[in-house]
Each structure stands twice: as C-alpha cells, then as structure tokens.
C-alpha cells in the first residue's frame, strides 16, 4: 500500500517538474499574446487566445500547489475578461497591464529558482485504506466437519476460490496472522461453547485490529444464533446442509463491495501536464482513464473508449468545452453520459451556461483530489447503473440479448481496425427443460445464475458475456481464435457439470454444450451468431455436454 502511494506522488511530482519547467514558455506566451493585441486591439484572435492562457494558468498553477502564481493569473483573466465584451481598453491601459503581467512574472520565475515552494505535501490522493487489489480471494473454511468442509471446498474451487480448510478452532488467529484471507467462512457452534466461533472473530478482530467478513454456518436456525451471527457482524448466515451456490453468491457480493469499479473516464483539456496530473490522481483511484487533448477527435474516442464520464475544461483551442458539450449530445447515443466540466472559471454565469449545454456539474480547480474522486465516482456509478436497467438481463446481470448483439458488432469493428483476432462462443444448457420440470421454475432461475457467475469468473474481464435468451448464452472473445476460446470453454465446462445444484433435499448437476467460431467463418455479426449456433447445435447432436468449432 505504502509502494502504491509512493509511487502515485512520485508521478505527480515529476509532473509538477514538468510544470515548473514550462512555465517560462507559458509566460512568454501569454507576453506574445498580450503584444499581439496592443499592436492591433482589432485582433480579436489574440485577445481570445491571451483569455485561455490566463484561464489555464490559473487552473493549472493551483494544481500543482503554486497558489500565488495562480491566483494572480486569476486577478489578470477577470481584469482583461471586459474586453471580450467589446470593452476597448486605452493603449495606456493595455501598456501597464502588459507591465504588471511582466513584472509579475518576472518575480515569480526567480522565486521558483531559489527556495523549494511549499509544495512538499502533493494531494495524497487516496487515503491509507485504499481497497486491496482482489486478486488474493483466499477463503478460511473453519469446521471441525470435515465431510462439510470437503464438499464446500470442492464447490468453491470450482468457483476460482483457494480454500484452506482449518479443523481446529484455536489454529485461526495464527492462521489470519500468517496470511489474511479475503472472507473467513466459520461454524458457530464449538467444543469450546455455542458461542465459540462468533467469540474467536471478535477476539481477533480486536487483537489485530483486523475486520475480515465473516460469514457463519450452524446447524441451528434459531433467532438466537442468527442474532449473535448479527452481534459478531457476520455477512452471511447459512444452516447446514450449506448450499454452496448461494454460499458462492454470499462471497461474491461480499468480495464485489471492495472491487474498485474501474470506471471509464474521458479528460478533455488541451493543457497536456494538467490532464496528466488529474489522470493519475483518477487511476489510483482504480479509473481507467483516457487523455484526450485534441477535441476534434472526439466522437472517434467516443466510440471506441464508451466513456462513463466526461470531465472537460472550459477553454480549448478550436472550440470550448460548452461547443463541445453541445456537439457530444447532439448524438443519441451519448445524450446521458454524465458530463462534467472541470475548469478554473468562477464566473457563476459561465457555470450556468456550461450547466445549459448538458453539463451534469462544474467543478473548480484547484480541487482536492478526494472530492474529485468521490463525485466522478458518484456520477459513473449512477450513469452505470442506469445502462445496466437498459442493457443488463434482470435474471443474471449479464448483457441481454440487444446489447450482447450491439457488443458483437462493436468488438468486430474494432478487432478489423486493430487486425485482431475474435471468436464468439453460443453455449445452451443441456435437458433445462427437465430441470424446470422436475423442481421447478426457481431452481432454474438458481442454474442459470450459477452458470452466470462461472463465466464471470473464469473468463477474463475483456471477455464479453451475455444471455442470448432462455437457457442459452454468448460470450464474445477478443483477441481470441476459435480454438483458444474453444481451450478455455472446456475448462467451464467441466467446472459447471461438477458443481452440485440444490432443489430442497436433492442434489443434482447440469452440462451445457456449445459452439465456438471466429472471424475465419464470417466479419457479419449475425452471420457469426448463425455459425456459432450451428456449432452448438452440432455438440447437441452428437450427444451434448461438449464444445465444437464452427
């Protein structure tokens, strides 16, 4: 954690170097347009062009804790600001602000040359508990059954968990000081006392100052022993036998709340050093995050990035942020991606107007890294969870049938443009009719679900995974040929068969069988949909529970 810290203020100190090196370019940038426009105040071009390099100065000098620097330039943009209205300053008053600026800034480059600024404390941009990467996902069984924890371990490794299974309930509080796992999966009941294991987690929790969710089992289903599960701060509760499958959705969900969401998020700002030093603030905070610093290239980043959010600064060479607000929500397909503009402008009018062109907020800079981070999170976690009502199978949380065909034909365009490999695979579960038939329409829901969250586990998260409809499901493989994907299908496969579904007091097990094909057989979406369904018809056929390539 300490490493990862480190290393995010080491980027933004080198960054901050950059700044402080260009800053004598900057200035005389701003000297040139300044001179531009007392030799000829009918030159609306250099005025327009001092305004953004004052704005920028200001935004940008604040970021990187130079306070004075920044507000200064601040006090030039609002006093030379009259003058875009059609306020004609004399020729005397131009001359002495072009001296002020020069001898400002005269004093500020010597001031940099001499003693450090004090900028020692860069924003530390995420907090000591920044979430641990999940990588780990070790589970502690703790029973003294060993037939009970046998079959949970068996269940949970088909589900990608590493399980240690520990006997001995005294063996724990070493076991989470040698290695801490990511979920501690307890019985209740002991030799030591009915309340031993709900003891032993608070005992630890309390010793090393260690909160590790827990989930309890027991045999007992009493309000008592559920209300000491709840006095422990217990994440699950589950009576024996455990049904593993809802165990596995217990853990997943626990795991889930400390996944860093990786939202996608776009910056826009001409200001190269600037949109560097906010992009790596954003990805610490576990954002993807892409720069973009040309806005004509704009609605091809749009549609090959799919940006969660948008932060955009005000003032940009060709055209500004609202211009650009408004030609992003001229297109349908982006009219509710949250837009933010993130800009050193104070003036509450300029804000309005942003807020009109389809701004969703405004933020000024300087701004702490914390607050940025939580309202971007804010937003793409709503503008998320709004796509997902649209585009999201209600059952399984995978792409429903629309959205996994809208994906097949975007990863297609993308893998012709990059000249990549992709393969597309339809699977459909095996006699599903049967299942239904036999214990009924909610066990079926329970299957499809299972098998749902086995594919999200095993396969990568580039990989895309929909419900086509019913019991049969599309995964899309990027860089990825027909036999690759057909490789690790197989090892679904055997996965899912092995996995013990639960219908009250019975157990049984379902196969799916699938088909796989790629860019070889057809470069049409649906034509690829067809070859790959063939395929899966072909496993059916030749007696299911099997992958065949197209």
Known sequence: MTEKIDSLQEKLRALELVFVQKLPSKFEEISAAMQLYIADRSNRDALVVLHRHLHTMAGSAGTFGFDAIGAQARVFESQM???LDQVVASHGELLAFAAQMKQYFQTALEALKTPAHDSAELPRSHAEETLEADSARLIYLVDEDSCQQQAITVQLEHFGYEVVRIALLKDLALAVATRRPDVIVIELIFPEGRLAGAEEIQKIEQLQRLRIPTIFVSKSS???????????????????????????????AILQRDVSNGYRILIVDDDTVTSKFYGAILRDAGM????????????????????????????????????????????????????????????????????????DDFITKPVAPEYLISSLSTRAERYRSLRALIMRDGLTGLYNHTAIKEQLASEILQAGRNGAHLALAMIDLDNFKQVNDNYGHATGDQVL???????????????????YGGEEFAIIFPDTTASTARRVLEQVRLAFANIRQH??????????????ADLEASTDADELFDVADAAMYISKQSGRNRISLA
């Open 449 to 467: 679900r299972t098998l749902a969250r086995l594919l999200r586990q095993r396969l990568r998260r580039s990989d895309i995974v929909g419900r």
């Open 288 to 359: 993807n995050v892409r720069l973009l610093n040309d806005p004509t290239q704009i609605l091809g980043v749009m549609t090959e990035f799919r940006p969660e959010l948008l932060l955009l600064d005000v003032y940009m060479p060709v055209c500004s942020g609202v211009e650009l607000s408004h030609l992003i929500r001229q297109d349908n397909s982006y009219v509710d991606v949250p837009i933010v503009f993130l800009s050193s402008e104070a003036d509450l009018g300029e804000q309005l107007l942003a807020v009109r062109a389809g701004a």
């Open 81 to 83: 600001k009259p003058w």
């Open 222 to 252: 009493s309000f008592e022993s559920r209300l000491l599960a709840v006095r422990a701060r217990g994440d699950g509760y589950f009576t024996k036998p455990v049904d593993v499958v809802t165990l596995t959705e217990r853990i997943d």
């Open 503 to 516: 219908a009250e007091e019975v157990e049984f097990s379902v196969s799916f069988s699938g088909g796989v």
